[in-house]
């Protein structure tokens, strides 16, 4: 028996409705079908966040704040409802809570200065974890070096997984925050977060969550998780790109010193003295990337529609399915087995290099993602140059893994 | 007895009813701004300033007879049109009465957006306000 | 005679096919025609920027760099190629002293962050001009106070124009960069900064230019120029929010330490040691805004194909008709008188409210601003409240300008 | 006399015609890439190493009786394919062929996107050090 397929495809047509409100997924690439198993990197957008940027532009568009008439009007009205749209998908206490960035890397760097201008000093320490993204990893090592700090990190075992056993030994009277992703990009690893925020809090330990991986896969309650800081990116969960989220309980925002200056984040401003706007304004200098925050607040509403219980069932079943087609592969590999994964199944087919695989699935219209996907000391640790990484949005059907399959078995056929 | 709070929305309401177009509505406003008596300038401290960005609002109030009064400016003539309806609105009433109101008029009238939270005049500001000053006196 | 009409109006119907790029210029509002004069703080957008990012979506949209299929090839080409025309937009000397950034803010903060780590220190100081947006004001304000350097503020006149004569007194040993606008914002003022770059360089003074203003409207060459630093928003000149430019140097790019840290901005990560990539993508870390770049590019192009001449022409035409009417109103009063002028209409009516005439207009279709414009200290000197702003771009007409006029009659009446 | 750079780039053109489809074409680079001699570890220095961001490349050249002789070597196969076709077209040419030649062949046989300056294959990099090393032996 080759394959043990599962055959349990949940509401197979409504998954097809869906899937027609991406029209990119109707193209062809190299005169195949496209087969987009790159979500992780970015995902794909519905028609529906396509038509708000339209919309946008062609009904309203203005400046936001400050101005008195009647686009400018709509548009600011627009946008503070956005938040509130973004407010309630994270579940933060208050509006004010929500800040827009640039996108996850925005949003780390943003409190890597703002909270390391008062809160680190020399001596202090910064824990992360081996299974970091570039972007949870080099602004600290950015702000512990200005500051004379240092930048701990938490291993990860064999499957992938953090060593939470290691937690209490890294944590100590001078850790100052610690930073951890919800879930891993290039393995998939669902992190026992709430449990890590708890430890560091029984220190007093402030937590900040990179939740980019998260955010498009599992529903989350920033209240519940009682982190104090939550970041993620649009465009990974089917919004414009250049659009982001750093969720900060009220407490720190108020607290921390602004990051970037500006228009918008000011309440007064002379040579000799400038007094700061309310939060989450004090944080947002310059204009805004407004249609992006228009289209972050489509992409949400379309989620919700649907369901994130609903998502998640199916992207799993999608990934199980895909799972138990390639594993049946002589030579297959998987790269992380954690016990709780996302859809994102990274792996290795003996000892081919993932480039080489990757140029032949694309010749053959499948998108995944291979390198090191912005997570060196992940593939140093397995030493390894990279794996080859397919992750799953819901709007994937069967078809794309049979594709995905049968092309991965004919690169393999002629790489070997 | 003076006229309930709702009393006098409802009078506002129909007195707005009348205006056919908008330049009768803010020319009323208008004459409501300037019919505002003026504040004593030694009133118009910090700590009374609403700041709304683009045009200010100066809120005092005190407590007579159990019931509050109010007494506001604006270097915005609209504004003062507006803040004017407020005062006539909340001003004369019980601490009680004012912190349960509910505003309903300034929608009714057609004027809800120079309510909206994103718009820069202080308003909004200034009814937060005159409610937090009155369930400060809340007996 | 009450008006003193310019007759020349450039090529008349062939602005008004131009106009017909803009949908949203036929839209009404409070039951009137649209007379949007508010371009300084935003511009409107020709279709094709519009198509420009529904195309993207609709047929390559993928996360750029380091992807090696397709679609991630195709944006990337799509967004390198973007940069190319930037390039030439500005006549930089090399793609690679373009850093896309989320606006102009942002590409200050960004100078004042990396510079500041390494070229300002205590005692030093660093010169703006009593004319610049907030947004070249606190960045700066909040740097000094870091590096405990000082702020030192080259005056205005009356006229709102630079005191140059002062600019010798201001400029020394201490100064470590000169920040100016190119065009004020708020008073519409065309600065000398060919002089200013000279007068810096010859004490080998580095000079940033806040260009937001000036690349609407004026044709720039940052080679002819001279500049260390160049910096602009897509937003107010038809591209979309979200997404600006960082012209620096190559020397200085190239000696600069990074902003932001995370993904493209490094080429390895360890945990003991990370070094970064090369530039521009040293500075540009995280996911880009590709929409925003590939709309960017699109509005540079619609713009060279009408000719920056033109455009230049036909909005002084429409700031001249503009300046006629309104001068003939009693109790107008301009602010801002400079000799050299970018299409900006800064002003006041006798003792009236700039927000009350704000609002009046409004309930007549005409959009302006009114306010500070984001520049409190010129208000301060002007000892003001505020002005009402009318700024112009080529897709405003005749029509727009006689709305103005006659809506801005009935407001005074109705105040007055 | 050996052919000189654009006979061997002709040559390596019909070569391909050859084939119908991808398949076919890949499976010649492939195969290319198996054949080119593996290099000494030994030589796999941090200098050599054109680092591709998704495969490395390693290149090492000489002179010898005026002329450069490359090896080379990757960790991915199909860029030691391409490797391998690079050499041969350049390998056993004085530095001013090398250095004036206009490399057509990658582009007529379709493969020009493993060459854009996006790619992270360390291709173009390779290249360009090759004619670097060429121009610095200019007679
Ligand atoms: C002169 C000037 N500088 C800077 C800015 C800030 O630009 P942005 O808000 O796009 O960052 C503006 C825009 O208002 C401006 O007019
Ligand atoms: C876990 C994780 N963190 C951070 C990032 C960075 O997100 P962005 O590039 O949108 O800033 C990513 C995206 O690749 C990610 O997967």
Redesign the interface.
Known sequence: MKTNIVTYAPNAPIWQAYRNDFSILDRDVNNKPLAYLDNAASSQKPNKVIKAIVDYYEQMNAN???G?HTLS?LS??AF?EARKTVQFFINASSEREIVFTKGTTNAINLVAYSFGRTEIHPGDEVLISALEHHSNIVPWQMICQDKGAKLKVLPINEQGELCLDQLPSLINKKTRIVAISHVSNSLGTINPIRQIIDMAHQQDIPVLIDGAQAVPHLSVDVQALDCDFYCFSGHKMLAPTGIGVLYGKDKWLNKLTPFEGGGEMI??VGFEHTTYNDIPFKFEAGTPHIEGVLGLAKAIEYMLDIGLKSIKAREMYLYQLAYERLAAIPGFKMIGTAKEKAPVLSFLIDNLHPYDIGVLLDKQGVAVRTGHHCTQPVMHFFNIPGTIRASFSFYNNEDDILQLDAALQKAIKLLS | MGKCINDIQDEIIEEFELFED??DK??HI?EMGKKLPVIDPAMKTEDRLI?G???QVWLAAHLSDGKVFYTADS?????RGMVSLLIRVFSGHTPDEIANAELYMVDRIGLT?HL??????GLLSMIKRMKTYAKAHLT
Chains 1, 3 share one sequence.
């Open positions: 936001v704040h400050r008195v009007q600011t009205d503070e309440k007064s | 908008w330049m803010y020319e208008v700041d960005c683009q045009s270097d915005a003539i609209i504004t957006s909206s939270p994103t718009r820069s005049n």
